[in-house]
């Protein structure tokens, strides 16, 4: 790692950015009076749930992730921490900016909460948390939220699948490519996904989100392929809800649903999908997909029976 990261860079009075060994640190933590924590890495552990109010969303640092799902519950997490008042440290300084209200309540001995925004290094996907929210928060441009981010922490580099999504984001998306990820199947199958896994939504709804997945599977170019889709959805769909914890197997049965739906619908073949499967599970790739999802082959087995494929 290099030697000028920073543990913990401020980006603004009350939102900072850091990798989970910085996180990890309470002394570090209450030196710069963090009271909120935004977790955005998979398998990195909450380290304080007990001092510290935490939002997790546990992402892997690949283009495919359909990170910006999240970027409005990340940014409404930090401006609610902004509006809590805490007791301001003795060491608490007042900005140089800062309006004078905000002046008067830390002169008065009290200030708003401070978010870390962390993932595994610092680099990627905290870093793109942290640019949606000063876009969402603040008003900043991506441009802007870049050079103010790497005026602190020059590291910062969101891999390109999430700058397109950041790019959407800011209005000003220039990819001219025709298979840019996230597609619009894939975030259709991951806003389903995640639908169900909380389980937050009235039947009826929930069942809209399984056509609108189908419907945009059907909806994907040929050149792209319907069947590359759902494999490389399917193992995003693992790799995101990984456990056998009753939040993340709701969102795999649903996915599971959805393909089954978009056999009856003709949208791909039985016979397609199981060759497919079979073809996956042959291929070189897949012991990676077991080393990020080592329950993979359970899984596998899960979907090829929601599939209906044991019954031929």
């Known amino acids: 790692m290099p030697s000028s990261f920073t543990p913990l860079a401020q980006i603004t009075p009350s939102l900072y950015l850091s990798d989970h060994a910085a996180a990890s640190s309470l002394p570090a933590l209450e030196?710069?009076?963090?009271?909120?924590?935004?977790?955005?890495?998979?398998?990195?552990?909450?380290?304080?749930?007990?001092?510290?109010?935490?939002?997790?969303?546990?992402?892997?640092?690949?283009?495919?992730?359909?990170?910006?799902?999240?970027?409005?519950?990340?940014?409404?997490?930090?401006?609610?921490?902004?509006?809590?008042?805490?007791?301001?440290?003795?060491?608490?300084?007042?900005?140089?900016?800062?309006?004078?209200?905000?002046?008067?309540?830390?002169?008065?001995?009290?200030?708003?909460?401070?978010?870390?925004?962390?993932?595994?290094?610092?680099?990627?996907?905290?870093?793109?948390?942290?640019?949606?929210?000063?876009?969402?928060?603040?008003?900043?441009?991506?441009?802007?939220?870049?050079?103010?981010?790497?005026?602190?922490?020059?590291?910062?580099?969101?891999?390109?699948?999430?700058?397109?999504?950041?790019?959407?984001?800011?209005?000003?998306?220039?990819?001219?490519?025709?298979?840019?990820?996230?597609?619009?199947?894939?975030?259709?199958?991951?806003?389903?996904?995640?639908?169900?896994s909380v389980n937050y939504l009235p039947g009826g709804q929930l069942a809209d989100l399984t056509r609108g997945a189908v419907k945009a599977i059907r909806d994907v170019s040929e050149g792209m392929g319907r069947m590359d889709t759902l494999i490389r959805a399917w193992q995003t769909t693992c790799e995101n809800y990984a456990t056998r914890s009753d939040r993340d197997e709701r969102a795999r049965r649903a996915f599971g649903r959805m393909w089954r739906e978009a056999i009856e619908g003709e949208v791909v073949s039985k016979e397609e999908t199981g060759r497919a499967l079979v073809e996956m599970k042959e291929g070189e790739g897949w012991e990676d997909v077991k080393v990020d999802v080592p329950l993979a082959e359970g899984f596998l087995g899960v979907l090829w029976g929601d599939l209906g494929l044991d019954e031929d």
């Open 31 to 196: 030196a710069a009076g963090i009271t909120h924590i935004v977790n955005v890495a998979a398998g990195c552990p909450n380290a304080h749930p007990d001092r510290i109010r935490y939002l997790t969303i546990g992402c892997r640092d690949r283009g495919y992730e359909v990170l910006s799902l999240y970027f409005g519950e990340v940014a409404g997490f930090v401006a609610k921490a902004e509006a809590t008042r805490v007791w301001a440290a003795d060491g608490d300084q007042v900005a140089s900016g800062a309006g004078e209200e905000r002046r008067k309540e830390i002169r008065d001995g009290r200030r708003p909460g401070r978010t870390l925004i962390h993932c595994q290094f610092g680099i990627s996907r905290s870093v793109t948390f942290v640019l949606s929210t000063l876009m969402l928060n603040y008003g900043h441009s991506l441009a802007s939220a870049l050079a103010l981010v790497r005026s602190v922490r020059e590291e910062a580099e969101p891999n390109p699948g999430f700058m397109r999504q950041l790019r959407e984001l800011d209005g000003s998306s220039t990819a001219e490519d025709g298979a840019e990820y996230p597609t619009a199947a894939d975030k259709a199958v991951a806003t389903l996904c995640s639908a169900y």
